[in-house]
């Protein structure tokens, strides 16, 4: 007999190929699968994209479990959690036939949850789907539905932005940092908490200021310069911080959020071709197609038909850098060499997953359309020698299922500060153009 005390979840398809994991994080409570939920990851098992892979990796959990208690009282997940059991269609209720006519899987998902909410009354059924829309028709009808929230970041408004700007710092201090060393012990500064390591420091006393990083290795904060990136100079605090950590080898994971115009790809594209010699390759990456669907096989033409629009934005950083330098010039020679021979690369994430990144400078843009799991995919590639910097807006998200709680950046910001290997700035001042700066703070 099920503990009534426990949680009944209904789990709809999206959460699955979200996290294949999913079934090791409800604790002691009981987890549901709709035999429609299966029938629709049938139709992911084929194929390379992590969806794919979420799909395949479900169903082996599912198989190792498997015996004829699946379909009736459940099966163990693992110790201290609750059982999973798959719930064969039932008959369409009533009640959802009156506002839901067409029965598809959206609508059988929920007609489960109904139906188990309305036998079990004293257990609490919980449908957890990524779909708000399914989540919406599930209220509607009284039952509990909720977002997979196991990698939810919760208060964006305090995620870690990478730097702090200190006011009426004592004049000597700034002018310490000026003078050789170029340092200061964190101590003098009087903070409200330690510096983590790679934070960064806007010190100011009124008209004097000065930049400073946490450097890990020696515990002090050191005075950082303005330094110049394959011709492009930084214009503010912000893109000084950026190149800073962009041009660091010993950082090794770098992320760099902010609206359109703030320089965040320009910069990491520019801090890779003033390092040319030190990576064996140059790679820029970005999803194909934001808006969920990752398989481009329906778009007309050939394969470069189909990737340009998207990696477009790509090339037009690259003309932007290009473009300072004359014609047929060293600088301008250096790049189309490099394209020529495959040492500069713009490519869609999809072709480069399963390769190892060797000796590798790896920017991928538009992170914030990435999961959490697929971002960690994209970091355990990064063999020895490889520097993967990942750049995104948290607050513009074109997957249906992600939102600026649970996008693969916020997630990887959250949890990666604090790390030597890894620096984050978050940028606010655009730089684009004042049309692109008053479009991006008002509409």
Do not use: W
Request: proline residues 5%; aromatic residues 6%; glycine residues 6%.
């Amino acid at each position: 007999m099920p503990d009534p005390t426990t949680k009944l979840f209904v789990l709809d398809t999206n959460v699955i190929l979200h996290d294949s994991s999913c079934l090791h994080h409800f604790q002691e409570n009981d987890v549901v699968i709709p035999i429609t939920v299966l029938e629709e990851l049938d139709h992911f098992k084929k194929g390379n994209d992590i969806i794919n892979f979420h799909a395949r990796d479900f169903v082996r959990q599912l198989d190792a479990l498997a015996d004829e208690r699946l379909f009736e009282e459940g099966a163990k997940i693992g110790p201290g959690l609750g059982r999973i059991r798959i719930q064969l269609n039932t008959e369409y209720r009533q009640e959802l036939s009156e506002s839901f006519t067409e029965r598809k899987p959206d609508h059988l998902i929920l007609n489960v949850a109904v139906t188990l909410c309305r036998a079990h009354p004293d257990r609490q059924v919980i449908l957890v789907s990524k779909d708000v829309n399914l989540r919406m028709k599930a209220k509607s009808l009284g039952i509990p539905a909720d977002d997979y929230r196991n990698d939810h970041v919760g208060d964006i408004s305090t995620l870690y932005p990478g730097y702090r700007r200190i006011e009426s710092i004592h004049s000597e201090m700034i002018a310490k940092l000026y003078e050789a060393p170029n340092c200061i012990a964190p101590g003098e500064l009087s903070l409200e908490s330690e510096p983590l390591p790679n934070e960064y420091f806007i010190l100011r006393n009124g008209k004097h200021s000065a930049l400073s990083r946490m450097d890990p290795d020696s515990g002090m904060l050191h005075k950082i310069n303005r330094n110049n990136a394959y011709g492009i100079l930084p214009r503010n605090a912000e893109q000084t911080f950026a190149l800073n950590a962009l041009l660091d080898p010993r950082i090794k994971l770098v992320t760099i959020a902010g609206k359109a115009g703030t320089g965040k790809t320009l910069l990491a594209l520019a801090a890779a071709l003033e390092q040319h010699e030190r990576y064996r390759q140059i790679l820029q990456g970005r999803p194909i197609v934001p808006l969920g669907n990752r398989d481009i096989g329906f778009l007309p033409g050939d394969v470069k038909s189909k990737l340009d629009p998207y990696m477009q934005p790509l090339a037009d950083n690259l003309a932007v850098i290009q473009n300072q330098f004359k014609h047929n010039s060293e600088m301008d020679r250096r790049i189309n060499e490099m394209r020529g021979d495959d040492r500069l690369m713009l490519a869609p994430l999809a072709y480069i997953r399963g390769r190892s990144l060797v000796g590798v400078y790896f920017i991928v843009d538009e992170a914030q359309n990435l999961t959490p799991h697929e971002v960690k995919t994209i970091i355990t590639r990064a063999g020895e020698g490889t520097k993967v910097v990942l750049t995104g807006d948290i607050f513009q998200i074109d997957h249906p299922y992600l939102d600026s709680h649970s996008n693969g950046l916020t997630t990887l910001i959250e949890r990666m500060k604090g790390q030597h290997l890894y620096a984050h700035v978050n940028m606010v001042k655009g730089e684009r153009s004042e049309l692109s700066e008053l479009a991006s703070d008002v509409l």
